[in-house]
């Protein structure tokens, strides 16, 4: 794909956040603060570093959600074919 004819995300903020070590742009400052704690950790200053830890806790309590509704949605789909093939037999 090439640049001209990529399209921002219509909730795209004006300015994106941009890495003040490496110059990569991200799309919100929690990406940033993941980026900065993956690729710059010893370059980080005290609150850089707080930052980083809230956004991986805030990612991680994102990602238990996730994984708990992706179960829930098997299990589902699991117990819907064994009553589908309770009926069929």
């Known amino acids: 794909m090439s640049e001209d004819s990529y399209t921002p995300p ?3 903020p004006e300015e994106p956040a941009t ?3 490496c110059g990569e742009r991200f ?3 929690e990406l940033l603060a993941l980026h900065h ?3 710059h950790e010893e ?3 005290e609150a850089e570093t707080d ?3 809230a956004a991986r806790e805030a990612e991680r309590d994102e990602m238990r959600l996730f994984r708990l509704k992706a179960l829930a949605a098997l299990v589902a789909i ?3 074919f064994i009553f ?3 009926f069929v037999v």
Request: aromatic letters at 20%; charged letters at 20%.
């Open 43 to 45: 370059e980080l200053s």
């Open 84 to 86: 589908v093939y309770a």
């Open 37 to 39: 704690g993956l690729a």
């Open 51 to 53: 930052a980083y830890r």
């Open 27 to 29: 799309v919100d400052d």
């Open 10 to 12: 219509p909730d795209a």
């Open 78 to 80: 699991y117990f819907g």
């Open 19 to 21: 890495c003040a070590y």
